[in-house]
């Protein structure tokens, strides 16, 4: 390629001279090509460990002027091909006119511009996320391209110097992180190291530091460990490298593509080393870590962030933090844990002005909101730009009716439809608009705020009527209520309170029941979220209602299961809005839809939240706080479940090994994290724990988990079975009470069914919560959520695995391959699958892969694929027709037309291939024979038998006497097959010989065959028409040099017919054998078999079968079409059994489909081509050099 002219003061160093004239000389880098000796070892060595471009580019052009010693790089090339085109390009373009110039100093600068012109042009069509690459990296990425045969699709993320442990020896080199693949590269004196991982296939990634590799990152799949040290900085690799691998699990878990963020500002300057994506990267992780701490939706994007000062009026000081500025928030946290932490939504701020420096308050900026709270922050670096940045955002965020006209809103609590607030965020398009009889849309079947339970949540409803309580516990609850309106006196009230240790102490103590809807909305985040979306879940009611789907059948059918105790669910009321707010959720988020243990977290929020609140705090759980949950194969509790685990061994090492052993967590543990402990536990306890998970997240119940296992661990030990532990930990999570509950004792079912004839001790809820935070406290969320993603790793493989088997057993039974073979298989069409997603294909992904559908469904590839697997693994091969065969046979899988087979119909079509040999001679015919033409005459014929008989009560009660029975599928169902199919099955098997050894006896035995067909067909015509002869215009000639070379049919009542179709016959085959397939420059050329080929290319001077010339693929072609231009025998046809008697009298056609179909080689061989698809390059260039020559 063209690089920007460059200075070279040692044009000889290290490069050899191969070319050269007046004004340019080629050069070649030493060790490059043939031979090289000690000298080209060490050279390629050294360009490895420094990341020469030479290595990846060893030719380069160098422009030179008389006797000048300064030269200048012009242009370079990784092959002496493209090398040799720039060069003669100067040679046409530019020796002429550079003889004309008398100064050398014109010369070079001419050759400079010139050369810089052309760049120029050629970065116009390049993408503007390139533009912002440096070279370096550019170059980098075109090397990683080149050493591993990736495509332009794929993106170069970082790389990075390290070494790679190859047994005990460390080789140094370089790894490539790019989207999809782990790469490392290497060579030294002669030792070449190459590596390609796919981020799917990694099931642990690891840093850890031992005698042996010292502060390494272990990469390990399913069969091999990789070990890299050596890092420069290794904190930042492996960061990089997970997100890299979550990026995969997600995809492998949804289907959740890799894509670049557009919108990404560009940077200030260009990096260094440094790619648009990383920054992409990096910009997502501090995203991630933004919304997590202060529980923001995942729309938010964080803009900026800047250490400060805060002034806290309650403590009269200021507290050191950090400043969090995105496009609808500005956040603080303290540098402190737990010390004091703010949000303010744009939407609440009126004022933003700078205040007056001093000496005591430098920089500050005062930020005032509706409710008139007023912010001060000090020590802003830069004062300015952050007011402006602010003022910017202001500017664009509506103006929302949520402010001081309405109270509630700044309180905690919803304002419903009835306030005139308009919808500012229309509902997805996708969702169609429910209409009335009349065609006009409906308003309020199904909601409308005249509900009761629109306005306020089940409990008060159904407590209402209740006498007051003067007793000691309705005491303690009015002083909890009275503590927190101190509180929000000192702290402030509603989405702009300051949340500090204080209110985390209040948390821990209870929630009072007429605070707990308002305080779960606004520590979970869904206060937000439902003030930015008015009416949204008025409407998402009304379209989702009245559906009938799969996540409807599951809810209507889990609808009374939930909470059947309580009597707010004993009565339509309860039991209509909460089949409101689940099938609304599931309309709102269909990848999820409905999960059991939903029905029994939504009935607990319905009774202290109205609907919409309800609606809002279950979309907090499912998609920020609780991730993946509640999906088809609810990963997310797994991974907890793991983490659970790994807790315990670190925790509680001794009772962790005795579990194990039983088997426990793994059984225990599922319920309790699936539904934060509402299903094991009294309801009036389990409600403080849900207290506590709003405000501090999963971590509590981490702490509560360990508890439990911590109080019981002696009588744990004690136990031999798993029955025994489990029956323990049940009596025990139902005796935690709550003595200060003032709601009437409802009955807990599990009690009920597990109580013994003594009753165990009561555990007061309040001393387990506090046992806890005191034995388990330091547990951080940081921590956590890397032994998540430790977990995610494992678990997410282990699910990928277990629908492998799933998959395989399903059809073992009904393919010619044993499990092994049938899990390679399986691993190379998945393997497929995802290449197709990240490396673009002709539908998107989603197409392709549905979670809701069986494992045996959920991986689908197209017609490209199919041919790319059927060359390598099919057994039928025809050189360079195998494609058009392909695609032909991929029509007849793809059974409902939708361009896409899966795992099992590419296994039907794969064992009718290769079940042959395995099965032998069957019922005194070969088998392969058989299948053979039973595939072949499906992929000819499309027609339908006809019943011409009249059909009278008889009739009818036989058909019904038989769809009560199994169909079977014979070859007597296979349909007839007309003398235009029967032709085009002729040459369709000869093309199939045509790169076979014995390529002259098939094509005589199928002449042979043809010839006999014909025969039989006039025989058979005769029968069918009584004898009656149709005149026939025979139009067809044989051709005289064909009748020599062709054995001819007995001369025995010859007629005009029978001539024509032998002519016809013969034509084609003389065709198809003359016939030389077209070269083809691209993969675009062979998707279809309709392009020019011996299947479609008929001489106009033989057959003139226009039909045939255009596709000759008759698949959902009428077997009746007409051909324009001649005359066929619309009478003649023949049967399958005819074709496969005629074919069992040549030996060399039973011979050839009798051979074996070894498919462990042929696996074994598609095996290596992925990997020598990506590592072209690991031959030495000493023998590529060779292999050009």
């Known amino acids: 390629m063209w690089i920007t002219p460059e200075e070279v003061l040692l044009a000889n160093a290290l490069w050899v001279s191969e070319r050269a004239n007046p004004f340019f000389i080629l050069q070649r880098r030493k060790g490059h090509g043939k031979g090289g000796g000690i000298t080209g070892l060490l050279v390629g060595t050294m360009d490895v460990v420094l990341d020469s471009s030479a290595r990846v580019a060893p030719y380069r052009i160098l422009h030179q002027t008389g006797d000048s010693q300064i030269f200048w790089s012009i242009a370079c090339g990784s092959s002496r091909k493209e090398i040799t085109g720039h060069w003669e390009w100067l040679e046409t373009n530019l020796l002429q006119t550079l003889s004309i110039f008398d100064n050398d100093e014109d010369i070079t600068t001419f050759v400079k511009g010139k050369v810089s012109g052309i760049i120029a042009e050629e970065n116009k069509s390049k993408a503007a996320q390139e533009d912002e690459d440096s070279g370096k990296f550019r170059e980098a990425e075109q090397k990683m391209r080149k050493l591993f045969g990736m495509p332009g699709e794929e993106k170069l993320v970082n790389y990075y110097s390290c070494s790679y442990w190859k047994g005990r020896v460390p080789r140094q080199g370089w790894v490539y992180l790019s989207v999809n693949h782990l790469c490392f590269y290497s060579f030294l004196l002669g030792k070449e190291v190459t590596l390609v991982v796919q981020w799917t296939e990694v099931t642990r990634l690891e840093k850890n530091a031992t005698l042996v590799f010292p502060e390494s990152v272990r990469v390990s799949t399913r069969h091999t ?124 701020v009126s004022i933003v002005e700078k205040a007056d420096s001093s000496s005591v308050l430098p920089c500050p900026v005062s930020i005032s909101t509706k409710n008139k709270m007023t ?193 707010a669910f004993q009565n339509e009321m309860g039991i209509a809005a909460l089949r409101r707010v689940l099938t609304a959720y599931a309309c709102r988020n269909p990848g999820i839809g409905y999960c059991q243990a939903m029905n029994i977290v939504t009935s607990v929020l319905l009774l202290y939240c109205t609907e919409e609140e309800a609606f809002w705090l279950l979309v907090a759980l499912c998609e920020r706080m609780l991730p993946d949950y509640y999906n088809t194969r609810v990963v997310g509790a797994l991974v907890d479940q793991g983490v659970f685990e790994e807790l315990t061994r670190e925790c ?118 506090k046992s806890s935070y005191d034995k388990f406290g330091s547990l951080r969320a940081d921590v956590i959520e890397q032994m998540r993603f430790k977990q995610r790793l494992k678990v997410i493989q282990s699910l990928e695995d277990t629908a492998k088997r799933s998959v395989v057993r399903a059809i073992m039974t009904d393919s010619a391959f044993s499990i092994e073979e049938l899990e390679e298989l399986y691993v190379l069409f998945k393997a497929k699958h995802i290449m197709s997603c990240y490396w673009g294909a002709s539908c998107t992904a989603a197409e392709r892969h549905d979670p809701s559908l069986p494992y045996l469904e959920q991986y689908r590839i197209d017609l490209e694929q199919f041919c790319q697997l059927f060359g390598a693994l099919g057994t039928w091969l025809c050189g360079t027709h195998t494609v058009t065969l392909a695609a032909r046979h991929f029509r007849l899988l793809d059974s409902n037309k939708d361009g896409l087979i899966n795992f099992k119909e590419f296994v039907t079509g794969l064992s009718e291939a290769h079940s042959f040999g395995e099965f032998g001679s069957a019922h005194g015919h070969p088998q392969g024979t058989h299948t053979l033409l039973c595939i072949s005459i499906r992929i000819q014929c499309n027609i339908a038998m006809s019943v011409s008989e009249v059909k009278d009560y008889k009739y009818y009660l036989r ?49 042979t065959v043809a010839s006999l067909l014909l025969r039989i067909g006039e025989v058979g015509k005769k029968f069918t028409n009584n004898c009656a002869k149709k005149p026939t215009d025979t139009t067809y000639t044989q051709a005289p040099t064909l009748s020599a070379e062709l054995p001819q049919p007995e001369k025995e009542e010859s007629n005009g017919e029978s001539s024509s179709g032998q002519s016809l016959v013969c034509k084609a085959l003389a065709e198809a054998q003359l016939e030389t397939p077209p070269q083809q420059t691209s993969d675009e050329e062979v998707k279809d078999d309709t392009s020019v080929s011996s299947y479609s290319m008929v001489s106009t001077g033989s057959l003139q079968c226009e039909d045939i010339a255009d596709d000759t693929v008759l698949i959902g072609c ?72």
């Open 652 to 769: 509680l090492p001794l009772l962790y090994e005795h579990m194990q052993e039983l088997g426990v967590i793994s059984t225990i543990s599922l319920s309790w994290f699936l539904t934060l402990f509402l299903s094991v536990m009294p309801f009036d306890s389990a409600v403080l724990l849900v207290d506590c998970f709003f405000y501090e997240g999963i971590k509590v119940i981490f702490q509560v988990a360990l508890a439990v296992l911590h109080a019981n661990m002696d009588t744990l030990l004690d136990c031999t079975d798993e029955g025994e532990a489990m029956t323990i930990l049940g009596r025990y999570l139902d005796n935690v009470v709550n003595k200060q509950t003032v709601s009437p004792p409802i009955p807990h079912l599990h009690a009920l069914l597990t109580s013994g004839d003594e009753p165990p001790p009561e555990i007061d809820v309040f001393q387990l919560i």
């Open 1118 to 1189: 009428a077997g009746d079409q007409q051909r324009r231009g001649s005359t066929l025998d619309g009478d003649w046809s023949i049967t399958f059994e005819q074709v496969l008697a005629s074919m069992l009298t040549e030996p060399p056609l039973v011979d050839y489909f009798e051979k074996k179909g070894d498919i462990q080689a042929r696996m074994a061989t598609c095996k290596m081509q992925r990997g020598v698809e990506r590592q072209v390059s690991s031959s030495s260039d000493h023998e590529l050099a060779q292999l050009s020559t």
């Open 225 to 348: 460990e990789h070990y890299f040290s050596m890092f420069l900085n290794i904190n930042d690799t492996f960061k990089l490298m997970e997100q890299l691998a979550t990026i995969a699990m997600r995809q492998l878990l949804d289907n959740e593509g890799f894509s670049a963020d557009r919108t990404l500002p560009k940077a200030c300057k260009t990096l260094k080393n440094v790619s648009a994506l990383k920054r992409d990267l990096d910009a997502r992780a501090k995203n991630e870590r933004y919304r997590a701490l202060f529980r923001l939706t995942p729309d938010e994007r964080l803009d900026g962030h800047t250490d400060c000062t805060l002034w806290t009026p309650f403590a009269k000081m200021h507290i050191v933090g950090q400043l969090f500025v995105s496009n609808n928030y500005i956040c603080f946290c303290s540098r402190e844990e737990d010390l004091c932490q703010l949000i303010i939504p744009l939407r609440e």
């Open 375 to 567: 912010f001060l922050f000090a020590n802003l670096k830069d004062r300015d730009f952050l007011v402006q940045r602010i003022s910017d955002f202001l500017q664009r965020t509506p103006d929302k009716l949520w402010s001081d006209g309405h109270p509630l809103a700044l309180s905690g609590y919803s304002v419903s439809q009835s306030e005139g607030i308009p919808s500012t965020t229309p509902l997805s398009s996708s969702l169609p608009t429910p209409t009335g009889a009349g065609g006009e849309p409906s308003q309020g079947r199904h909601y409308s705020p005249s509900l009761p339970t629109a306005t306020q949540g089940l409990l008060r409803i159904y407590q209402k009527d209740d006498p007051e309580d003067h007793g000691p516990k309705a005491t303690k609850e009015k002083m909890k209520e009275e503590s927190w309106n101190i509180h929000f006196f000192e702290f402030g009230r509603g989405v702009c309170m300051y949340r500090t240790s204080k209110t985390r102490e209040l948390v821990l103590n209870g929630i009072p029941e007429s605070l707990r809807g308002e305080l779960w909305l606004l520590f979970s985040g869904a206060q937000n979220e439902m003030a930015t979306h008015p009416g949204y879940y008025a409407e998402l009611v009304e379209q989702a209602m009245g559906r009938c789907t799969l996540a409807t059948e599951e809810i209507e059918r889990d609808l009374h299961r939930s909470m059947p105790e309580h009597h």
């Open 959 to 1007: 058909m019904w006497a038989k769809e009560k029975e199994p169909k079977i599928e014979t070859i007597k169902d296979l349909p007839r097959m007309n003398q235009e199919q029967f032709i085009e099955l002729c040459k369709t098997l000869y093309n199939m010989f045509s790169e076979d050894p014995l390529e002259q006896e098939l094509y005589h035995a199928i002449a």
